[in-house]
């Protein structure tokens, strides 16, 4: 089943040089391999993500997400990258600062050099997860 398994983004690039170089500078993704089905990154946690080259798309949706323990630093450090946030005042959706607010949540976009909407998104601990994660810090270790 695929309920332990890992997930891992693959995005569509028209230029993988140039996208390349958007994850590896802008991003500061780390790079692991060159693979035939295309450009394979170590991203937090484990994860990865595969660039692979193809005609370019045309996707309106979030293609991937990144999840950020303080989003403000995150947008500040990637605008001076020259990554500029998307804006977006619909209903039921409206971003002040490139940032829009459901809940305690955040959430950011922004596109990458092919267009792919990228998003960083700051998720509140639940009191289901600060509980999981006070009993693990009170546990006593494994022998």
Known sequence: MMTNAMIMPTLPVADMARARKFYEEKLGLRFREEREAGALYDAGGGTMLLLYQRAPTKADNTAAAFLVDDIKTEIAELKQKG???????????KTEGGIATTGQDK????????GNILAMSQIAARPEQERREAEARAAPPAR
């Open 83 to 93: 990554i500029t946030f998307e804006e977006y005042d619909m209903p039921g959706l």
């Open 107 to 114: 959430i950011a976009w922004f596109k990458d050099t092919e």
